[in-house]
């Protein structure tokens, strides 16, 4: 077989790619480990900055996110009984839309299948060949039978634990990592969310995020140690933890109910450089991770299509390869900003036992500085509704 393009992985990454490169008449096939049914289901992102918001309304799927998304001027953070409203519309003029990432992916692979572009599922042990020369190839085993793939470029959008950026020789590649000591134990329930807005808590028990996909339907997060399992958190515990944290007035309007979905996720801050190899290149969380603390990730996953299929665009179109040259420095220049930004509210609302006291209290002096200075909101604001790209 043979193919313009091979994208490795049918996350938001490699579907956004995906359509970008159909609609501009680029042959691209996406080879996928696992079936749809499981992409769809994997309970992830919530929240979309307006630059995803126009990138899908540029490839005609956003119909669905206008009807159904929600639109939010503002978020509040919580803490030591005090509460600060953030409020992005006032302070940027942009807002957020709340719109959960398996309904992006839903509307990315109707989108596909409308215009004919062919997704290999269940593409299994799939290996990457010669991207450092001139004709590299993707190779995978589907139906019991090898599937081998030539192609003039290879991107790599198959998450944290994919093989593209595995496939990269050691020398070649620069890691920055933080792992940090916590993570997110979280529930997906059909109530109605505790409050229009979004609350960032920051407790002395440990962070805790009241989030939402819709009117009916509430996300809900506590930070837990990483020592815990799933199976030790029956949705009676989840309920009552979640209810200490939250303030008072949130605390007694909380609707609890069966958790339709319950993971505990990891927290990482990491970043892969340079961002191409040859012919290879990667882009979304096959890249960098970010904690999900400021809600970055698929937005970060957006901002990196947006410029590769720019340059890939040039490249068939034009004939000009400079994009494609400089799409790692582009990426990488928002990729760090945003990986700063969810590094800074992750220490500002998580607690750390290692910080002792000291750490606490310096996190309050800030938390009451942000609620009194419109310039340190602005600041937040800005990043959290996302740097222009
Ligand atoms: P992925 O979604 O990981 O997709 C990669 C795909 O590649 C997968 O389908 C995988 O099956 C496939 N794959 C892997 N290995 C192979 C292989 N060897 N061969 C073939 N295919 C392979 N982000 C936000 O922007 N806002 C939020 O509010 C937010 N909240 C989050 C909350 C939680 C609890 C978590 C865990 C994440 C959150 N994120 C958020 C992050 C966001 O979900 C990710 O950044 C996003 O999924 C990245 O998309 P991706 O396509 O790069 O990678
Ligand atoms: C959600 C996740 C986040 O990381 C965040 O900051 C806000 C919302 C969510 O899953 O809804």
Redesign the pocket.
């Known amino acids: 077989m043979r193919a313009q393009v091979v994208i ?9 790619l995906g359509q970008c490169l159909l609609q501009s008449g680029i042959d691209a096939v996406i ?4 079936p749809a049914q ?2 769809l289901g ?8 307006s630059g ?1 918001v126009a990138l899908l309304e540029r490839l005609g799927a956003a119909d669905r996110l206008h009807a159904e998304g929600l639109v939010h001027e503002g978020f509040d953070i919580a803490f030591a009984g005090g509460r600060v409203r953030i409020d992005l519309a006032g302070l940027t003029g942009k807002t957020v839309t709340v719109y959960g ?1 398996t309904e992006i992916t839903k509307d990315l692979m109707d989108a596909r299948a409308a215009a004919g572009g062919n997704t290999v599922y269940e ?4 290996a990457l060949h010669d991207f450092e020369a001139e004709r590299p190839s993707v190779s ?1 085993i589907k139906d019991g039978k090898t599937l081998t793939v030539e192609c003039d470029f290879i991107a790599g ?8 950026r595995a496939s990269v020789p050691a020398g070649a590649i620069r890691n920055y990592e933080r792992v940090y000591p916590f993570g ?1 134990m ?1 529930v997906l329930a059909d109530t109605q969310p505790v409050s229009e807005e979004l609350i960032y808590v920051s407790h002395e028990r440990g962070f805790a995020l009241c ?1 939402q996909r819709s009117r009916t339907r509430s996300r809900y ?1 506590v930070q837990c140690p990483l020592s815990e399992q799933v199976d030790e958190w029956p949705d009676e515990r989840f309920w009552a933890e979640l209810r200490r944290r939250l303030p008072a007035d949130a605390a007694s309007a909380l609707v609890v109910g069966p958790s339709i979905e319950k ?1 505990i ?1 990891p927290l990482r801050s990491f970043v892969a450089e340079p961002l191409r190899f040859g012919r290879l290149f990667l ?5 960098h ?2 904690p ?1 603390t ?9 901002s ?1 299509v947006h410029y590769l299929a720019e340059g890939l665009i040039a490249f068939y179109k034009n004939k000009n390869s400079v994009e494609l040259e400089n799409y790692s420095a582009r990426a990488l220049a928002r990729v760090w900003k945003a990986e700063r930004f969810s590094w800074w509210m992750t220490k500002l609302l998580h607690r750390f036992p290692e910080e002792g006291d000291f750490g606490r209290r310096m996190q309050l002096a800030e938390l009451e500085y942000i609620s009194a200075s419109r310039a340190a909101q602005t600041a937040l604001a800005e990043n959290y509704v996302g740097l222009p790209y």
Request: with cysteine; aromatic share 6%.
């Open positions: 490795v992985g049918a996350g938001p990454a490699g579907l956004l080879l996928e480990q696992r499981y992409v994997r309970v992830r992102a919530g929240v979309l900055e995803v990432q593409a299994l042990d799939v995978c959008c198959d998450g944290f634990h994919g093989i593209s997110w979280g989030s997060y993971s996720a882009a979304g969380d096959a890249a991770i970010v999900p400021g809600a970055k990730g698929l937005n970060l996953a957006a990196d």
